[in-house]
């Protein structure tokens, strides 16, 4: 695949942030406070809109304005939001208002000599992956992309527990937003009531008996386009759509820079940490939010397709899934999926 990194002209920044409050801004003020012609401003909002996908509405008498305001991602806000103990754990944010994987791009970093805790941030992922293959939908400026390179000091057996915790660290990110019913679907789905609110696909370099490096990426639905989600396979949901479920909570700062901050804040600590830790510190946390527990289920294991109840998970991690027979069997990967109930 062709490595693919885009970020904003200044003027295209400047443009985007005076629209960005997603009311009708005229060509003529937005031409004189970027001190360029109207032509040159519809030029740069045509290239807005074909290279990064941002939907800009034109209405001949009223200008231009964004379909919803929009928040871009900044290098500052998020580093201003960041606990001391992150701050130190992080060796460098990036942040792209285009790639085609914030995973591929530090898989390909860590071959380098690139230090623990480089963060990657994108607007918009031209080939966002998921687990098992699948493609990660990732629109511009609505979502939250996130990787995180880190170096391990053991093989990539000692840290199989991590992908339990990182699914940890997001949930309570999550609970600071003071989100409920938000759980963990085996073996770190986010979850909330039965639909999946974001995903993490760690990918982890290294030989056994050496040192290893780990890619952990995550993907949290904040707002989803309908008219993205076409080719997603699973039910889902996004961040708006349990704000509108739920208008009593406390909305105030669900704002995209901020949680980026609160999951760095817990996502880094957790992975520096987990050589030592280990994932007997996650279990019973991890138990407490898992959302299949006593669930009936399918679990698919290549072209196989087993039926059972979710028993929890054992001490290493695995699956526990009482089969029809009433075996009780562990799954060390596998994808799993609700029944619904006869
Ligand atoms: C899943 O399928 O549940 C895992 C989804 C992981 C998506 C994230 S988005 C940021 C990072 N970059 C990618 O290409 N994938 C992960």
Same mark, same amino acid.
């Given at each position: ?6 970020? =904003?002209? @200044?003027?295209? *920044? ?13 060509? &003529? ?5 970027? %001190? ?18 941002? #939907? ?8 231009? *304005?964004?379909?919803?305001?929009? #928040? ?12 001391? /103990? ?9 942040? +792209?208002?285009?790639? @085609? ?19 990657? =941030?994108?607007?918009?992922? &031209? ?12 629109? =511009? ?13 053991? @093989? ?9 915790? !990182? ?58 386009? #309908? *008219? $993205? &989600? ?21 909305? /105030?700062?669900?704002?995209? %820079? ?11 600590? !957790?992975?520096?940490? =987990? ?13 407490? +939010?898992? !959302?299949?527990?006593?669930? $009936? ?7 196989? !397709?087993? @039926? ?21 069997? &562990? ?12």
């Amino acid at each position: 695949m062709n490595e693919q990194r885009l970020i =904003f002209t @200044d003027s295209q *920044k400047k443009l985007l942030s005076l629209l960005a409050d997603g009311k009708f801004h005229s060509g &003529t003020v937005l031409a004189n406070t970027l %001190n360029i012609s109207r032509s040159a401003i519809w030029k740069q909002i045509e290239s807005l809109s074909s290279e990064y996908g941002v #939907e800009i509405i034109a209405v001949s008498g009223k200008g231009y *304005k964004l379909n919803r305001p929009l #928040e871009l991602l900044s290098e500052t806000q998020i580093k201003s939001g960041l606990s001391q /103990q992150s701050a130190e754990l992080l060796s460098n944010l990036e942040i +792209y208002q285009q790639i @085609d994987s914030t995973n591929r791009y530090l898989v390909e970093r860590a071959q380098t000599a690139t230090a623990s805790g480089l963060v990657c =941030f994108a607007e918009s992922q &031209t080939a966002g992956k998921g687990r098992r293959g699948r493609q990660w939908v990732s629109p =511009f400026g609505s979502n939250i992309y996130l990787s995180i390179l880190w170096r391990f000091q053991n @093989d990539p057996a000692s840290i199989s527990g991590l992908s339990l915790a !990182v699914g940890v660290a997001v949930i309570r990110a999550l609970r600071e937003l003071r989100l409920i019913d938000i759980g963990l679907k085996w073996p770190n789905d986010i979850y909330w009531q039965q639909k999946k609110l974001g995903g993490i696909l760690i990918e982890v370099s290294g030989e056994a008996g050496g040192s290893c490096s780990a890619v952990i990426g995550l993907g949290l639905n904040l707002y989803l386009p #309908e *008219k $993205e &989600t076409a080719s997603i396979t699973q039910p889902w949901v996004d961040l708006e759509q349990i704000r509108t479920a739920s208008p009593l909570k406390d909305w /105030q700062s669900c704002s995209r %820079n901020h949680i980026s901050s609160l999951l760095l804040n817990h996502l880094l600590p !957790v992975i520096a940490h =987990f050589e030592t830790d280990t994932l007997q510190q996650y279990l019973s946390e991890w138990r407490s +939010y898992d !959302v299949m527990l006593e669930k $009936e289920v399918s679990i698919y294991i290549g072209n196989q !397709v087993i @039926d059972g109840i979710v028993k929890g998970i054992n001490d290493d991690g695995m699956l526990l899934l009482q089969n029809n027979a009433g075996e009780l069997k &562990t799954y060390a990967s596998g994808e799993v999926s609700f029944r619904a109930s006869l």
